[in-house]
């Protein structure tokens, strides 16, 4: 059965271009969301992979690139190692004049909870995703306004 999709969305007082940067540039991204993160390439089949620990454990995190529209959208097949299945996350990016509004969309988060993994559980990706993008992008890229 497929659950609904995580969707967090959010307005920024900042330009798309900083959000972009901040959602493809590696050294902006290890800033604000990994900082494990060792290399990302805004290109359509570009695979990275990191560890992230989470609760005592390693969480080896394998994405890539699946669509890319400069400004607009980045999306990218999330799995974890060990794990067949694979997620899908897209960040849709929305100017308005100095503010843009973002919406994030992670979908088929049961693919990795068949095991019953608690570190997996949806909620724990709400809670990540709701600080992602409402806390830690959102003080990123308003704060170099103030630069």
């Known amino acids: 059965m497929k659950s609904e999709p995580v969707i967090v969305e959010r307005t920024y007082n900042a330009p798309v271009e900083r959000v972009w940067h901040a959602l493809t540039d590696v050294e902006k991204m290890r800033q604000w969301y990994f900082p494990q993160l060792v290399e990302f390439e805004p290109e359509i089949g570009f695979e990275t992979e990191f560890d992230v620990p989470h609760n005592g454990r390693n969480f080896l995190h394998i994405w890539k690139i699946t669509e890319v529209v400069p400004n607009k959208k980045i999306s990218y097949e999330w799995k974890f190692g060990g794990y067949a299945d694979s997620s899908l996350v ?15 969309t992670h979908h088929n988060l049961e693919a990795f909870n068949k095991n019953n993994d608690p570190d997996l559980e949806r909620n724990n990706f709400v809670e990540g995703w709701t600080h992602f993008i409402g806390t830690a992008l959102r003080e990123y890229v308003e704060q170099e306004n103030e630069l």
């Open 90 to 104: 897209s960040f849709e990016l929305f100017a308005d004049d100095d503010k843009t509004k973002i919406i994030v």
